[in-house]
């Protein structure tokens, strides 16, 4: 069946560090591809998406490509700031949603 | 309807009872969604309908369960004869239609089973 993986946490980083959070994934098909964020307290929400191959989805300055080649789906994020400490879920869809076991963020000011 | 609504917010139940959940989605919203997350692991699929339609329930999902959506708008994810192992996170998600369009989460439901 479908799976992601991705690495596993807790990443703990400087402000304004380079972030990278890898996630692969296995499918059938052509899923789309979606980075979740859960922030303390807060409920998950959709940080970006892509919908085919060598689609970049982006917001916040984080940014995603969808690489069928190497069905992957890296996180990345240039210069991090202390209120991109979340857990970050990468997920994928097909039909219903699947989502990887998610990586806690931890930036330091 | 500013979002996906799920009652309550918290629930503590002793083992052997039965407990419902609510979930209210976003009103034009077709596919509702039901998740379980526990403490350092990510959503884990239960079940999930287009419109009153149960499409496809988790195998992982045993016979305890049961959820329902009968005219296609609210949800309700029944768990009875609860366990501990029940204690968990549940969350309801609703989204337009499949595969590009993103899912809206509710808050979610605690579940303390003691």
């Known amino acids: 069946g479908n799976s992601v993986t991705q690495m596993e946490g807790p990443v703990t980083l400087s402000e304004e560090a380079f972030l990278t959070i890898n996630c692969t994934y296995t499918a059938t098909g052509y899923p789309s591809l979606f980075w979740y964020v859960q922030y303390p307290g807060e409920g998950l929400q959709l940080l970006l998406k892509?919908?085919?191959?060598?689609d970049k989805g982006s917001n916040k300055g984080f940014e995603a490509t969808y690489r069928k080649e190497t069905t992957s789906f890296h996180l990345e994020k240039g210069s991090v700031q202390v209120s991109d400490s979340a857990v970050y879920f990468c997920a994928l869809s097909d039909d219903k949603i699947i989502f990887g076991k998610g990586t806690r963020l931890h930036i330091l000011p | 309807d500013t979002g996906v609504s799920q009652n309550p917010r918290h629930k503590i139940t002793k083992r052997g009872q039965n407990v419902t959940f609510r979930c209210d989605p976003i009103s034009e919203h077709n596919r509702l969604y039901w998740y379980r997350q526990t403490l350092g692991q990510g959503p884990e699929f239960l079940t999930y309908f287009q419109n009153e339609a149960q499409l496809e329930k988790s195998r992982l999902l045993s016979d305890r369960f049961s959820a329902e959506r009968p005219k296609g708008s609210f949800s309700t994810l029944e768990i009875q004869r609860t366990e501990q192992g029940d204690s968990a996170m549940y969350l309801c998600?609703?989204?337009?239609?499949?595969?590009?369009?993103?899912?809206?989460f509710g808050q979610g439901t605690r579940l303390t089973v003691v």
């Open positions: 892509a919908t085919k191959a060598d």
């Open positions: 998600a609703s989204s337009l239609e499949v595969g590009s369009t993103e899912a809206f």
